[in-house]
């Protein structure tokens, strides 16, 4: 089992609507969360962090943890065209970075 | 710089032949990663720098791949005897705390 997995697949939301994304991961002593986006052709770019339970919030950006259910997920509000991209997961089991295969979102305009 | 710094940005080697990528962390960053990425595909991990000591390296490929830190600050990736599946985007990355950062990468291409 990965330590981290991202199981949806391609997203697709109109202009406007909440993008959800979804990431569980095995490691019950993860403390650590990060959400990322990617852009075609680039690198990995951090956008979030989270380490308590509970709901963060950034802009339109919203991270959820749950460490009960250990899942993350993010939310992305009044989704834009730039919203865009390859969207990865990343915990620190055994203090190395794990990221999950990530998914792809297009907001359609 | 601010950022994380790789160099060359861009390589193409024949089949066959050592090449050697650079990676300058922020400075002041204690963990330094390694990745691959193929078109299209998700990230690879390669090797995991803890200061100069590598606690996992369990993701390089084959021997053929090396990688050293030195005074826990820039780190050499080297593959040798370059072969056409190690073409890719090796990607590198420092962390402190708060997540990891990551370089431009550098595109290596194998003709």
């Known amino acids: 089992q990965k330590e981290v997995e991202q199981n949806s697949g391609p997203l697709s939301v109109p202009e406007g609507a909440i993008a959800s994304l979804n990431c569980t991961y095995s490691?019950?002593?993860?403390?650590?969360f990060f959400w990322y986006r990617q852009y075609s052709g680039k690198s990995p770019e951090l956008i979030m962090f989270?380490?308590?339970?509970g709901d963060k919030e950034d802009g339109r950006f919203t991270a959820q943890l749950n460490k009960a259910s250990q899942y993350v997920s993010l939310l992305i509000r009044d989704s834009q065209p730039s919203d865009s991209a390859t969207y990865l997961c990343a915990g620190v089991p055994d203090y190395k970075l794990s990221f999950g295969a990530g998914t792809t979102v297009t907001v359609r305009a | 710089g601010a950022g994380v710094s790789q160099s060359p940005s861009n390589k193409v080697t024949e089949k066959g032949k050592d090449v050697e990528l650079r990676c300058d962390p922020i400075?002041?960053?204690?963990?330094l990663y390694w990745y691959r990425q193929s078109l299209g595909q998700g990230l690879e991990f390669l090797i995991y720098f803890q200061g100069n000591s590598a606690p996992d390296k369990s993701g390089l490929p084959s021997d053929r791949f090396s990688a050293e830190r030195t005074g826990g600050s820039v780190s050499t990736l080297t593959i040798q005897r370059t072969q056409q599946e190690d073409s890719a985007v090796y990607l590198c990355?420092?962390?402190?705390?708060?997540?990891?950062?990551f370089g431009q990468g550098t595109r290596l291409t194998v003709v």
């Open positions: 400075s002041g960053h204690t963990a």
């Open positions: 989270i380490y308590s339970n």
């Open positions: 990355a420092s962390s402190l705390a708060e997540g990891a950062f």
């Open positions: 490691d019950r002593g993860s403390q650590s």
